[in-house]
């Protein structure tokens, strides 16, 4: 560890997440303040039909003024296992199942602040089930062809760091077994 905590004060407690602030000595001696997001973890899917669709939701996110396309995702509940979280999230915001999982990895969308890890999962072999949205979500479910998502990245009308960096490890996976 590069950091000693000298003291740690809760902020705040969302339904989410918890906010700190901490004071830490680093290694090289300097000392100074964080304010810390901890995040109990999410799970993120790319969800690609038989058709080489990728299943995207166009959602509203209120604190980026606008609706954003993205690949479903959601925070894990308490005790949750990453796999877990991605099957109830897949059903629940796009109304499809999968026959078939590959975790392809992990990431940290926001280091500097936030201890955040999304749990990244290919699901192919898709079935109709039951949408089962939150009532706080708002979105529209998409079919888009995988190249046409990948030229929506290089246009800059997908922004969404994890469905950004899922696309591109679903598209390294996908090749990999061409």
């Known amino acids: 560890m590069c950091a000693k905590i000298n003291n740690r004060k809760t902020l705040h407690q969302s339904r989410v997440f918890t906010l700190i ?49 993205e690949i479903p995702a959601g925070t894990f509940n308490a005790g949750e296992a990453p796999i877990v979280c991605a099957k109830r999230e897949l059903i629940e915001e796009t109304g499809y199942s999968a026959g078939s999982w590959q975790k392809l990895g992990e990431i940290i969308p926001v280091p500097g602040y936030s201890d955040e890890r999304i749990h990244m999962f290919l ?13 706080d979500e708002m979105l529209d479910v998409h079919q888009i062809r ?11 009308e997908i922004q969404d760091s994890k469905t950004i960096s899922g696309l591109f490890m679903a598209r390294q996976h996908l090749e990999g077994k061409r």
Request: charged fraction near 20%; proline fraction near 4%.
């Open 21 to 69: 602030s901490e004071n830490i000595t680093l290694s090289n001696g300097v000392t100074t303040d964080l304010v810390i997001i901890r995040h109990p973890g999410a799970s993120a899917i790319i969800p690609i039909t038989a058709g080489n669709r990728v299943v995207m939701i166009h959602q509203y996110r209120h604190a980026v003024g606008g609706y954003i396309w």
């Open 146 to 156: 995988f190249d046409d998502a990948m030229d929506m990245i290089r246009k800059g």
């Open 123 to 135: 699901a192919d072999d898709l079935m109709p089930a039951v949408q089962n949205l939150d009532s």
